[in-house]
């Protein structure tokens, strides 16, 4: 796997111990259904309680009600990108805590993953399995390409979406993503997807006009690629590919690579 991190901007006065912690968050996922605040007023009131929360980087996008606490869903922004905090405020103190957090039976206390969001970055999906796959991926990415390779054949009991996430140093993903969501439909869109990373296809080099300046998505794709931001944030990427399942579970490579083709 390829991994990369987003940087924490330098504006945030705070400890490098601090900063570390920002950086290292994982997200995880499991909360007992509970209704989340969203209502700007009383976000603004929650950030009101503590000076962290009202610098300007850190962005209060939710927040969910406990006894005792808030749990709190930052979007740390910054020119290299976006970043999700997952922190829990207390109530009674205001003091406030970054990082992972664990209730009496060890089970984890974070913000939920925002499905809709995720599901809104998908670039295009295929197969008629009855379980779902999500599968994070840059055209550009060699270890991407061998996933695919050795991935082909192995899926069919899913129904995989695709988001398409350019690495930043990778300079001819851009331009990779935009032939392929050029393609009319998840059945062009796909096909495309596999001449470039099974068949080494380079067709989409016709659509660089200037390989000195960076690539600039066409408007409907650039729409496109600011909920591939969002759906990233969300699942929290640090990598290419990431492969989660439809709970937006992280899935080992060879959990699947290991799968015997249907039929056989």
Partial sequence: MLY?????????????????????????????????????????????????LQDPVLHLTGAIEKPDSYILKLEARSPQGSQLVAAILNKKT????????????????????????????????????????????DPECPYCSRFEKAAAGKLNDYRVHVVLMPLSFHK??????????????????????????????????????????????????????KKVNMATMELNVRGTPAIYDANFNPVEQGQLLNMKPQGK
């Fill in 94 to 137: 205001s003091e406030l805590y970054i990082g992972s957090a664990y209730d009496k039976n060890g089970q984890p206390i974070a913000f939920p993953k925002d499905g809709k969001a995720i599901k809104e970055g998908v670039a295009f999906s295929y197969g008629s399995g009855s379980k779902d796959l999500y599968i994070v991926t």
């Fill in 172 to 225: 001819k993903a851009p331009a990779m993503i935009e032939w392929i969501l050029q393609g009319k439909g998840d059945a062009e869109r796909k096909k495309r997807f596999e001449e470039l990373m099974i068949n080494g296809s380079t067709a989409y080099e016709a659509l660089i006009k200037d390989p000195k300046k960076p690539f600039v998505f066409s408007p409907a794709v650039g729409e496109v690629m």
């Fill in 4 to 52: 990369f991190d987003k940087i924490i901007p330098r504006e945030i006065k705070m400890s490098k111990t601090f900063l570390i912690l920002l950086t290292n968050i994982v997200l995880m996922i499991t909360l007992n259904a509970t209704e989340v605040i969203v209502d700007k007023t009383k976000l603004q009131e929650i950030k009101a309680k503590n000076m962290v």
